[in-house]
């Protein structure tokens, strides 16, 4: 079929587009994406590598409209850890899991609407969050702190705070990954994971946030790539009629737009093809369809309009379900533009969130240690272990304590450690300095728990700084900052040099 849309088939191909939210390299709109937003494409989604700056990223979205008014824009902005608005500097706000230990819904709220206020003034208009995931096993790999907890009622109560304070901002929420990612140990960008249990258990666990996340008037939901066998024994949900069809639509009520995780992940594009997973989540009841985070490329775009095209010419996807899909989309552009002409005008945000910080305050814990080892003495050495990479939160966005303690003392040292460094005595260093010892999911990592009993073994009076799950708690002092943003980092350090 031919690039532009033409002939016979071009109805098709138009609603095909419109059901389509494919990402792009650059930080201006590439020219097949300004051809594509007149041909019928009706959504992009923005990447760190979209974003330079808040002035770049107003610009960004503005020729985007020009091209096509109600386009929707949509971003991976879940806060705390997953940051795409401030990848390059680490999230000023506070994630779902320090939210989730203050457990305060007016404050998960106000996050939240902060939040969507900063995100509407750069012109974004669907944010794939929050995460709604019940984070039950403490070794899952990729959800952790992006979870506000292990407790069900928990979740499901910041869940609800999070989708009214984000579309209080202005921006449409996307209530994630259903029907739960949380009890796995395999990260779905590498494979396929199985949730296990009954329905009893997904009823009273897994589901229970995506229930209030649609009570509380979610515009979106995005579906998991999960193999769930106690909801179908075959196919992910991201594939499933069983699940996007009997279970979120008939069962939980929920009218809005469906969309897929990323369709070129591995859990699902190894084993169905990259177009195959898309027509497969479109026929299944998906509406629109997530791409790009790796296949970013005109030709990728091209490759899932002609299967979506092919597959209705040949009877695999009904024509009917493409135009419902599309239908869907087009209402929750809809409510965009709705909710946009009803917000009040904002300046573009700063370089920080007074609210974030206030409540990664809030959030920091100080889990064992008598209060006299604290504030530390002076000028401290920093030794930060670096956990492997997380596809999710990405590489390129800072963390740790060191930057904001060095602001705050000068004189601040730092080493960081990752697996395959040689450390034998991580301690060495400090001489008579204050230690500190900043971990990610300790109990997660045994080459990191070796380390940290070693620099323990050396150093008794070192602080340790968990910014992850804290779910091993060790060292005279620990302190627990329930995620790795920058505002943690702040809070963190402010903790650890006192009043000033």
């Given at each position: 079929?031919?690039?532009?849309?033409?002939?016979?088939?071009?109805?098709?191909?138009?609603?095909?587009?419109?059901?389509?939210?494919?990402?792009?390299?650059?930080?201006?709109?590439?020219?097949?994406?300004?051809?594509?937003?007149?041909?019928?494409?009706?959504?992009?989604?923005?990447?760190?590598?979209?974003?330079?700056?808040?002035?770049?990223?107003?610009?960004?979205?503005?020729?985007?409209?020009?091209?096509?008014?109600?386009?929707?824009?949509?971003?991976?902005?879940?806060?705390?850890?997953?940051?795409?608005?401030?990848?390059?500097?680490?999230?000023?706000?506070?994630?779902?899991?320090?939210?989730?230990?203050?457990?305060?819904?007016?404050?998960?709220?106000?996050?939240?609407?902060?939040?969507?206020?900063?995100?509407?003034?750069?012109?974004?208009?669907?944010?794939?969050?929050?995460?709604?995931?019940?984070?039950?096993?403490?070794?899952?790999?990729?959800?952790?702190?992006r979870s506000f907890g292990a407790d069900p009622a928990l979740v499901a109560r910041h869940t609800a705070a999070w989708v009214r304070g984000l579309q209080a901002g202005g921006v449409a929420a996307c209530a994630k990954h259903f029907p739960g990612h949380g009890d796995t140990h395999v990260d779905s960008h590498h494979d396929l994971p199985r949730i296990d249990g009954d329905r009893a258990r997904?009823?009273?666990?897994?589901?229970?946030?995506?229930?209030?996340?649609?009570?509380?008037?979610?515009?979106?939901?995005?579906?998991?790539?999960?193999?769930?066998?106690?909801?179908?024994?075959?196919?992910?949900?991201?594939?499933?009629?069983?699940?996007?069809?009997?279970?979120?639509?008939?069962?939980?009520?929920?009218?809005?737009?469906?969309?897929?995780?990323?369709?070129?992940?591995?859990?699902?594009?190894?084993?169905?093809?990259?177009?195959?997973?898309?027509?497969?989540?479109?026929?299944?009841?998906?509406?629109?369809?997530?791409?790009?985070?790796?296949?970013?490329?005109?030709?990728?775009?091209?490759?899932?309009?002609?299967?979506?095209?092919?597959?209705?010419?040949?009877?695999?996807?009904?024509?009917?379900?493409?135009?419902?899909?599309?239908?869907?989309?087009?209402?929750?552009?809809?409510?965009?533009?709705?909710?946009?002409?009803?917000?009040?005008?904002?300046?573009?945000?700063?370089?920080?969130?007074?609210?974030?910080?206030?409540?990664?305050?809030?959030?920091?814990?100080?889990?064992?240690?008598?209060?006299?080892?604290?504030?530390?003495?002076?000028?401290?050495?920093?030794?930060?272990f670096v956990p492997p990479r997380n596809i999710a939160i990405g590489a390129e966005t800072p963390w740790g304590i060191a930057a904001p303690l060095a602001d705050l003392v000068p004189g601040t040292t730092t080493v960081r450690y990752a697996e395959d460094d040689a450390v034998a005595d991580p301690a060495a260093a400090a001489a008579d300095r204050p230690l500190v010892l900043v971990v990610r999911?300790?109990?997660?990592?045994?080459?990191?728990?070796?380390?940290?009993?070693?620099?323990?073994?050396?150093?008794?009076?070192?602080?340790?700084?968990?910014?992850?799950?804290?779910?091993?708690?060790?060292?005279?002092?620990?302190?627990?900052?329930?995620?790795?943003?920058?505002?943690?980092?702040?809070?963190?350090?402010?903790?650890?040099?006192?009043?000033?």
């Amino acid at each position: 079929m031919s690039e532009r849309i033409v002939g016979a088939t071009g109805d098709l191909a138009a609603l095909a587009a419109a059901v389509l939210q494919p990402g792009f390299v650059g930080t201006t709109p590439p020219p097949w994406v300004h051809r594509w937003l007149g041909e019928g494409l009706g959504s992009v989604v923005l990447f760190a590598r979209n974003v330079a700056d808040h002035d770049q990223v107003a610009a960004l979205t503005a020729a985007l409209r020009a091209e096509r008014p109600d386009v929707i824009v949509a971003i991976d902005e879940e806060a705390g850890d997953v940051t795409r608005i401030e990848s390059a500097r680490g999230s000023s706000r506070p994630g779902n899991f320090a939210l989730g230990a203050v457990d305060d819904e007016a404050l998960t709220e106000e996050v939240a609407r902060d939040l969507g206020t900063e995100l509407a003034a750069l012109g974004v208009t669907l944010n794939y969050a929050p995460d709604a995931d019940v984070n039950s096993n403490p070794a899952n790999p990729v959800i952790g702190v992006r979870s506000f907890g292990a407790d069900p009622a928990l979740v499901a109560r910041h869940t609800a705070a999070w989708v009214r304070g984000l579309q209080a901002g202005g921006v449409a929420a996307c209530a994630k990954h259903f029907p739960g990612h949380g009890d796995t140990h395999v990260d779905s960008h590498h494979d396929l994971p199985r949730i296990d249990g009954d329905r009893a258990r997904l009823d009273a666990v897994e589901l229970a946030p995506f229930r209030a996340a649609v009570a509380a008037g979610a515009q979106a939901v995005m579906t998991g790539h999960l193999l769930v066998p106690a909801l179908d024994p075959e196919l992910p949900a991201t594939l499933s009629p069983r699940i996007l069809g009997g279970l979120l639509r008939d069962e939980l009520g929920f009218q809005g737009a469906v969309v897929t995780d990323a369709v070129e992940m591995r859990a699902v594009a190894d084993r169905y093809g990259f177009p195959g997973a898309a027509v497969r989540a479109l026929a299944a009841g998906a509406d629109a369809i997530c791409v790009g985070g790796e296949r970013a490329t005109e030709a990728d775009a091209i490759e899932l309009r002609d299967a979506i095209v092919a597959a209705v010419v040949a009877g695999h996807l009904p024509e009917e379900r493409l135009a419902e899909a599309a239908k869907r989309v087009g209402q929750l552009a809809a409510w965009t533009v709705a909710t946009r002409a009803g917000q009040p005008a904002t300046s573009r945000p700063g370089d920080v969130s007074l609210v974030g910080l206030a409540a990664a305050r809030r959030a920091l814990r100080v889990v064992t240690g008598p209060a006299g080892l604290l504030p530390l003495p002076g000028p401290a050495h920093v030794v930060e272990f670096v956990p492997p990479r997380n596809i999710a939160i990405g590489a390129e966005t800072p963390w740790g304590i060191a930057a904001p303690l060095a602001d705050l003392v000068p004189g601040t040292t730092t080493v960081r450690y990752a697996e395959d460094d040689a450390v034998a005595d991580p301690a060495a260093a400090a001489a008579d300095r204050p230690l500190v010892l900043v971990v990610r999911d300790l109990h997660r990592h045994a080459w990191m728990r070796d380390a940290v009993a070693r620099a323990l073994a050396a150093r008794p009076d070192a602080v340790v700084v968990e910014l992850g799950v804290p779910e091993l708690v060790t060292g005279a002092v620990h302190l627990a900052t329930h995620g790795a943003t920058r505002a943690a980092g702040y809070a963190a350090a402010e903790l650890l040099t006192g009043p000033r």
